[in-house]
């Protein structure tokens, strides 16, 4: 690729990796569904009055913000909320391509390699050595659960959006973003309650405005362009594996801004988990020779 696409990349990739850095912040002042609710409406408004609707079928469109915009966000900002460690939850959350591998096994038929298998069967060993740092304290539970059923929820929106052929993300996603803010204003009510939402909206600081807005331009608008267009661009053999790097910098980050401390087990079943992923992502070319090497 050339300078400017490294460059584009390297973007992106930063972006997604501190991203889970800057959710914790938001937290902070902002309960999550109420941050959910904040994030797609300034997702949504003012581009979509100059962003034209996607051609895909309506159901496309909500399937894919039920599942990506509003079942991830949801159960992530939801994990991060009761305890769960910005650099984990950014690792436990790519568990999503695994969930991918088997929901387009069942749903669409696709065949499941031998690399996929050997690299679920590594991640999961990773997941479970991480489940059993959690059991011990170091991790909340309900934490962990939560960020598997945001990854399950990507999963399924990774479905949706590979039914749906080629589109252009952008408009997908600005089109996808009108949907979410009701769901989400409406668990926000009956779950945070009116008193918090108010509390929350009189006493925002510059922290929550600043989290949002990062949230909405650089982790959304700016993060998704990019990758789309790089993807349109290049093999996705070489632009793929490079998300692999996002973890790696989540976990970093957290250790850096947040002060996160992971016990022995944690980084244990990290590692493992990355390397289940690489597997996964690598795999076809070691397991079958080049010519799988997609």
């Given amino acids: 690729m050339p300078l400017r696409d490294w460059m584009a990349a390297l973007t992106v990739i930063t972006a997604w990796g501190v991203n889970f850095v800057v959710i914790k912040l938001a937290l902070t002042e902002i309960p999550p569904m109420l941050l959910g609710c904040l994030r797609f409406t300034f997702v949504a408004i003012p581009a979509v009055f100059f962003i034209k609707r996607p051609k895909v079928p309506l159901k496309t469109l909500i399937g894919y913000s039920c599942s990506i915009s509003l079942g991830q966000f949801a159960f992530l900002f939801s994990a991060l909320y009761v305890g769960m460690p910005s650099g984990l939850a950014s690792l436990v959350l790519q568990s999503q391509a695994f969930f991918t591998v088997i929901i387009a096994m069942i749903a669409l038929g696709e065949l499941v390699r031998l690399h996929n298998i050997v690299g679920i069967f590594v991640a999961a060993t990773g997941l479970a050595l991480i489940y059993m740092a959690a059991e011990s304290g170091s991790v ?122 992971l016990v022995l087990l944690q980084w244990l079943g990290g590692f493992v988990v990355l390397a289940g992923l690489a597997i996964n992502t690598f795999g076809a070319r070691y397991f079958y020779g080049k010519k799988y090497g997609i």
Avoid at 200 to 208: A, D, E, P, Q, Y
Avoid at 216 to 230: F, I, K, P, Q, S
């Fill in 140 to 261: 909340p539970l309900l934490g962990l659960f939560l960020t598997l059923m945001a990854a399950f929820s990507w999963a399924t929106g990774n479905i949706v959006i590979k039914t749906a052929g080629k589109v252009d993300m952008i408009s997908l996603v600005v089109w996808g973003a009108i949907i979410p803010p009701i769901p989400f204003f409406i668990l926000s009510w009956f779950i945070e309650g009116p008193e918090v939402i108010l509390y929350s909206l009189k006493n925002i600081t510059f922290v929550g405005v600043s989290t949002v807005f990062y949230l909405v331009v650089m982790a959304t608008l700016v993060g998704y362009v990019l990758w789309g267009r790089l993807m349109n661009k290049h093999m996705v053999s070489k632009v793929a594996p490079l998300s692999l790097m996002v973890p790696v910098l989540g976990l970093a980050s957290g250790v850096i801004f947040l002060q996160e401390r």
